[in-house]
T-cell receptor, first 115, second 112 residues
Framework: GAVVSQHPSWVICKSGTSVKIECRSL??????MFWYRQFPKQSLMLMAT?????????EQGVEKDKFLINHASLTLSTLTVTSAHPEDSSFYIC???????????FGPGTRLLVL | DAKTTQPTSMDCAEGRAANLPCNHS???????VYWYRQIHSQGPQYIIH???NNETNEMASLIITEDRKSSTLILPHATLRDTAVYYC?????????????FGSGTQLTVLP
């Protein structure tokens, strides 16, 4: 089956530092990838949609200067949380849409804790 | 996007079939029905999707009513590992709105 990996799986950082999360589609190409955020006991909320080689599209209320997204290849997208603060602590999940199957597959998630 | 309505929670006995309903009465002709599940503290897992016809794979069956206004996901022999939140999502087949938008889902608890 289609596999999406995320790294790291969890990270603890100090307030004010930046954190980069990688998302890779391992066995398929994905022109389009998505980043979601999930707070405890809530559903997934779409943060942004990224297309390979172009700027990401952010959902309303998501700061594009705080959550930097780069989608430089058909198998890799990165999310950088800049100057992280405790309120950014959350479960970040990436997703990649298979170019041929049109199905979205999800990574295992990255748990971020900002102290 | 068409919205979906799912029960908040359901229980199922281990070994029995789990039937999870979903209402999507405003679905458009070009929108697919997707099912995902999320086991605690993991990323969502794709289960199955369909447009008009019933679908079956190694994980589940998807039954879509003829008017396409509702569907049922069937796990034929539920196990304890099937305990998860199940999401029913409708998504256009083309266009800029093809991202998946998650609702609250159904918490399925499989009981021993």
């Amino acid at each position: 089956g289609a596999v999406v990996s995320q790294h790291p799986s969890w990270v603890i950082c100090k307030s004010g530092t930046s954190v980069k999360i990688e998302c890779r589609s391992l066995d398929f190409q994905a022109t389009t990838m998505f980043w979601y955020r999930q707070f405890p006991k809530q559903s997934l909320m779409l943060m942004a949609t990224s297309n390979e080689g172009s700027k990401a599209t952010y959902e309303q209320g998501v700061e594009k200067d705080k959550f930097l997204i780069n989608h430089a290849s058909l198998t890799l997208s990165t999310l950088t949380v800049t100057s992280a603060h405790p309120e950014d602590s959350s479960f970040y999940i990436c997703s990649a849409r298979d170019n041929y199957k049109e199905t979205q597959y999800f990574g295992p998630g990255t748990r971020l804790l900002v102290l | 996007d068409a919205k979906t309505t799912q029960p908040t929670s359901m229980d199922c006995a281990e070994g029995r079939a789990a039937n999870l309903p979903c209402n999507h009465s405003t679905i458009s002709g070009n929108e697919y029905v997707y099912w995902y599940r999320q086991i605690h503290s993991q990323g969502p897992q794709y289960i199955i999707h369909g447009l008009k016809n019933n679908e079956t794979n190694e994980m589940a069956s998807l039954i879509i009513t003829e008017d396409r206004k509702s569907s049922t996901l069937i796990l034929p022999h539920a196990t304890l590992r099937d305990t998860a939140v199940y999401y029913c999502i409708v998504r256009p087949s083309s266009g800029s709105a093809r991202q998946l938008t998650f609702g609250s889902g159904t918490q399925l608890t499989v009981l021993p």
